[in-house]
């Protein structure tokens, strides 16, 4: 089975190819700046094969529709092609980022889906960008199942007390104000290979998850399950990340507004675009600010440190809210690849029973692995994350259903 994974953003489009007899990834490409002057293609095609090998093109691309067309020619294409016809798919998974309460499994595409999931579009406006990339695929493959797996789904485990928020509890019944969580395709993906990992059946596995990239959020899972997490009505809550602030007083909205004659949406935009490592150092790649660090760059340093002091803020209150924990994961760019950051996020954190190796922390391998003491009473785990492949194996199971 061939599988067609979609990742539709307002202005980019990002697609794999998936073989599933070895979870072999065929072709893998982004489509960038659609609606813009000028967008681009790049494309690799066996990439397990080829790493370095890609095909960069640079044309117009003035919707989704025209991206997927382009996709779709490269996909089967003479240079770079990977299949013969589109009938060489078998299925195509979208992620979507909000389900609401809608959805706390993937579902398969019908009508009644495309319009719950237009319902949802209030709590999240990167969702309209999600349902182009769903429309424009029903319509390039009438015939194939298009299956939805949502950022959200993972996280719908949270007991109530967890999910509300301590407000009007009719902002809830109204206008569905909760926290709903996001990157729950990583919680989830994570939650699985740290329990094969340590030998353990999912459902006795109690885990704290981070998942620290562009952005950046935490899980704690009991018995392979989510009951709490960072991110929350939005993907603005819960920890520091490259430019978002993560928690702040909320009260901050209308003292901006008032001592800075700004509107709501400017300070949302302020507090998600230019706020992070960003707003504390002028840098939003955790590399860069190493960098800059080595340099002796003051504000650089106190951004590294913000950060993973959000992180161990969170390890403690999770290690709390779970009572016990078999293992805290590591997980996406900074997560997989920063070890000083887990170094400061884990410092200090032995009197819980998290003691990290030095040596296992600095020593790079592929997959998964072990950076805690042999007598760590909590392992600490590396494990990369693969969203793309939980979608596509979500897919396969229902479409084989
Ligand atoms: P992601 O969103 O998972 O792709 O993660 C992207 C972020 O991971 C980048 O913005 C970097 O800050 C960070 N990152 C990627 N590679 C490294 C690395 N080798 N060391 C530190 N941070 C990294």
Redesign the pocket.
């Known amino acids: 089975m061939h599988i067609l994974v979609i990742n539709s953003g307002s202005s980019s489009l990002k697609y794999q190819l998936i073989d599933m007899a070895d979870d072999r990834v065929m072709a893998l490409g982004v489509i960038e700046r659609i609606g813009e002057e000028m967008g681009s293609i790049t494309q690799k095609s066996n990439p397990d094969k080829w790493p370095d090998a890609k095909s960069v093109e640079h044309r117009v691309i003035p919707n989704h529709k025209a991206a997927m067309g382009l996709m779709v020619d490269k996909l089967i294409g003479e240079d770079w092609g990977v299949i013969d016809s589109l009938t060489d798919i078998d299925a195509v998974g979208h992620r979507v980022v909000q389900g609401g309460e809608s959805f706390s499994a993937p579902v398969l595409v019908d009508a009644d889906v495309v319009e719950t999931i237009r319902d949802n579009i209030p709590l999240a406006p990167l969702h309209a960008a999600n349902l182009a990339g769903i429309e424009v695929a029903l319509e390039l493959f009438p015939n194939t199942p298009n299956v939805t797996v949502f950022d959200t789904e993972f996280h719908q485990t949270m007991p109530p007390k967890a999910y509300l928020y301590p407000v009007p509890m009719d902002l809830y019944t109204d206008l569905k104000i909760r926290k709903y969580g996001f990157h729950g395709t990583s919680h989830k993906y994570v939650t699985r290979e740290a329990a094969a990992f340590l030998g353990k059946p999912v459902g006795e596995t109690d885990l704290i998850t981070a998942h ?4 950046c959020s935490m899980a704690a899972v009991k018995r392979g399950r989510c009951v709490d997490t960072t991110m929350g009505l939005t993907p603005l809550a819960g920890l520091m990340m ?1 430019t978002r602030s993560g928690d702040v007083d909320p009260a901050l909205f209308p003292f901006i507004a008032q001592h800075r004659k700004m509107s709501v949406v400017e300070v949302d935009t302020l507090l998600n675009k230019q706020s992070g490592l960003l707003g504390i150092c002028g840098l ?4 860069d600010v ?1 960098a800059a660090r080595k340099r002796g760059d003051e504000q650089a340093q106190l951004a590294f440190e913000m950060f993973a002091y959000r992180v161990k803020a969170r390890i403690g209150a999770y290690l709390a809210v779970l009572g016990r924990a078999d293992a805290v994961v590591f997980t ?3 997560g997989e ?2 070890d000083a ?1 887990r170094a400061a996020a884990c410092e200090g954190l032995e009197g819980l029973g998290i003691k990290l190796s030095p040596e296992r922390n600095t020593t790079r391998e592929p997959g998964v692995r072990r950076i805690s003491t042999d007598d760590s009473p909590v392992a600490v785990l590396v494990v990369p ?1 693969n969203e793309e492949m939980e979608i596509a194996h979500a897919t396969q199971a229902l479409v084989e259903a």
């Open positions: 620290l990239g562009n952005g490259g939003n790649d955790m590399r190493h996406a760019g900074i690849n920063d950051v994350t």
